[in-house]
């Protein structure tokens, strides 16, 4: 079965600094992996998705990831953080690589980044 | 870009009475919306998938006597939750997939349910 898993809850960077936002996963197919980001009390927007083209995928504002099958890893990064990237994170994985298929979510991290 | 929109974004009830959400997918056809419900600092959860002209899907742990789901047409799902107590009130938000776009879902604004 499909599943990720998010490790922090919360990280907390300074502005400028490094985002690092981890993500591992469980599937029994080879994965379609989405980074979501949510603002309070908003729906979901895309930042980047993973499937089965390049391995380091480039999404929106500056994010990136990279999809690791060796380690089942898909780690959500930006150099240099700004005080707009504050929000909720999340981490989903395809039940199936087709459309019309629903995802599965991991917990969240919650991304905090101070001036 | 897709565009899915739900309605209303908020809404207050007194428990007991019923409520209905409106999900549209405003510029392509879905065929499937899934539904989610998000509790505060939670994660998403999948409560159902809805299927256009057939019966939804629901996942295991969500009442569908609860949480009515009709997908009549290939732009509107709607989910009504009936008889609702201070228990259903969540953050309720609607996705759908468009063909081509392997695997990605668009989701709605998300609708603010409040039982008092």
């Known amino acids: 079965a499909q599943s990720v898993t998010q490790l922090g809850s919360h990280v907390s960077v300074s502005e400028g600094a490094l985002v690092l936002l981890r993500c591992n996963y469980s599937s029994s197919v080879p994965p379609y992996l989405f980074w979501y980001v949510q603002y309070p009390n908003q729906g979901l927007q895309l930042l980047l998705k993973y499937t089965s083209a390049a391995t380091l995928v480039k999404g929106i504002n500056g994010f990136e990831a990279e999809f690791k099958k060796s380690e089942t890893s898909f780690h959500l990064t930006k150099p240099s953080a700004h005080m707009s990237d504050a929000a909720e994170y999340f981490c989903?994985?395809?039940?199936?690589?087709?459309?019309?298929?629903?995802?599965?979510f991991g917990k969240g991290t919650t991304l905090s980044v101070s001036s | 870009g897709a565009v899915v929109s739900q309605h209303p974004s908020w809404v207050i009830c007194k428990s007991g009475t019923s409520v209905k959400i409106e999900c549209r997918s405003l510029?392509?056809?879905?065929?499937?919306m899934f539904w989610y419900r998000q509790f505060p600092k939670q994660s998403l959860m999948l409560m159902a998938t809805s299927n256009e002209g057939s019966k939804a899907t629901y996942e295991q742990g969500v009442e569908k006597d609860k949480f009515l789901i009709n997908h009549a047409s290939l732009t509107l799902s709607t989910l009504t939750v009936t008889s609702a107590h201070p228990e259903d009130s969540s953050f309720y938000i609607c996705s759908a997939g468009r063909a081509g776009e392997a695997g990605e879902l668009f989701f709605g604004e998300g609708s603010r349910l409040t039982v008092l």
């Open positions: 989903a994985v395809s039940l199936a690589n087709q459309a019309g298929t629903a995802l599965i």
């Open positions: 510029d392509f056809q879905a065929t499937t």
